[in-house]
């Protein structure tokens, strides 16, 4: 095992897997500049791109004090702290078995990937620690250069010019009550801004564009997906403008129970195309999670939709009582349904064409055929076959990553 000074980029959030496909840690000059490369073409306003870069050259500069010295960037896991933090002990224990680690040199983009400071000294001294900040050009410090840059985004220019046009046009062809319907359907639309909708909606769109160009059965579900709501919005809005307002809430829940159902099934359309999608593209594993998560929107659906019908005094709270209890019954049955497409601890067919990678994040090869007894897989590499058992691998984001049984 050899001694080394390791300088440490750190991407806790893991937009490197997530953009590339990447997972950690990767190790060695050349491989960080790879990924780095990679990351950057797939976002090039990604910091972590920049940052494994800035620890490329802390290596070469590094290396004029340290003759034994090496670059490894470890990621996490999302925004959960708690899995990040455990993903990253994973990989600092793989760094370990290779590595006695005499020191750390640490550069970060920010202040959440210095919160693993600890995690890195309880395997070694932290030696030094440089955090990255991206320049802007000079240009960009004008406030009208600046302004002008924002407009040229297509989201911000539909917001700041589109919608006043729209309104404009309307109102000089339809006069009052064109405002109106306007004035509804722009306040739905901030709603949504607001509250991340509109971002939803577009990933539909381009998750609809891909199952098209793909000619996938998808895309029926996926149109469906994003009309049922838009239907169930017209018929609310014709349901207030028929209602008399003697009751002001009242009138206002009962227009709004009629998007209950367009907004249930309008998930449940969206996830059954991602079920579609799951089998076409290998990846069948995901099917549990999202019977899981069509059954619990259902749930919800109902428990909302009897809550509805108390407060307008419709039905009793016993009907909402019995909701509850047909609820909880549908979710435990869909939490064992589920567990069928749970692959994560048994030998299944569903693990065929997976890629093989060690812990370095290495790729091995793929799966390309199951025991039938099911006591093991076997993986395809560059040389051999080999026999992967249970409990010599992890699986996770839909690779296979072995474990050093040493």
Not at 284 to 309: D, F, N, P, V
Not at 323 to 342: D, E, Q, R, W
């Amino acid at each position: 095992m050899k001694n080394k000074v390791l300088v440490v980029c750190v991407d806790r959030d893991n937009d490197l897997g997530r953009k590339t496909g990447i997972s950690g840690p990767v190790i060695g000059v050349e491989r960080n500049i790879d990924a780095a490369t990679k990351l950057i073409l797939a976002d090039p306003a990604e910091s972590d791109a920049n940052t494994i870069f800035a620890a490329v050259k802390k290596i070469k500069d590094a290396k004029k004090h340290f003759k034994n010295i090496e670059i490894v960037t470890i990621t996490g896991h999302g925004k959960d702290n708690l899995l990040s933090d455990k993903e990253i002990n994973r990989q600092l224990d793989v760094i370990q078995k290779n590595f006695f680690i005499e020191g750390w040199i640490l550069v970060t983009d920010g202040d959440e990937d210095n919160q693993v400071i600890p995690l890195l000294q309880s395997r070694g001294k932290i030696i030094s620690t440089e955090q990255i900040i991206i320049k802007q050009a000079k240009a960009v410090e004008s406030t009208f250069y600046t302004i002008k840059e924002v407009i040229k985004d297509p989201s911000v220019a539909r917001t700041i010019f589109g919608i006043p046009g729209i309104v404009i046009v309307a109102y000089l062809l339809f006069g009052n009550i064109s405002l109106q319907a306007l004035s509804f359907i722009i306040g739905i639309y901030l709603f949504m801004k607001g509250f991340g909708i509109e971002e939803k909606i577009v990933n539909i769109f381009k998750v609809l564009i891909k199952s098209i160009k793909e000619q996938r059965v998808s895309v029926v579900v996926y149109t469906l997906a994003l009309i049922l709501p838009i239907i169930g919005v017209l018929l609310m809005f014709i349901q207030i403008r028929s209602s008399e307002f003697i009751d002001v809430s009242l009138d206002l829940i009962s227009a709004l129970k009629i998007i209950y159902p367009f907004i249930a099934f309008s998930g449940i359309s969206l996830l059954v195309g991602k079920m579609i999608d799951g089998v076409y593209d290998k990846k069948a594993y995901k099917i549990g999670k999202y019977i899981l998560q069509s059954c619990l929107l259902i749930c919800i659906w109902l428990i909302i939709e009897s809550a509805t019908l108390v407060f307008l005094r419709q039905t009793t709270l016993s009907w909402f009582s019995l909701n509850i209890m047909i609820s909880l019954i549908f979710l435990i049955v869909a939490i064992n349904i589920a567990k069928i497409f749970n692959i994560q601890n048994k030998i299944t067919k569903l693990y065929l064409d997976t890629l093989v990678l060690d812990e370095e994040g290495n790729v091995i090869g793929k799966i390309i055929e199951i025991d039938k007894k099911k006591e093991y897989l076997i993986c395809k590499t560059e040389k051999e076959e080999i026999k992967i058992k249970r409990n010599e691998f992890l699986f996770k984001e839909g690779k296979i990553i072995l474990i050093n049984k040493n």
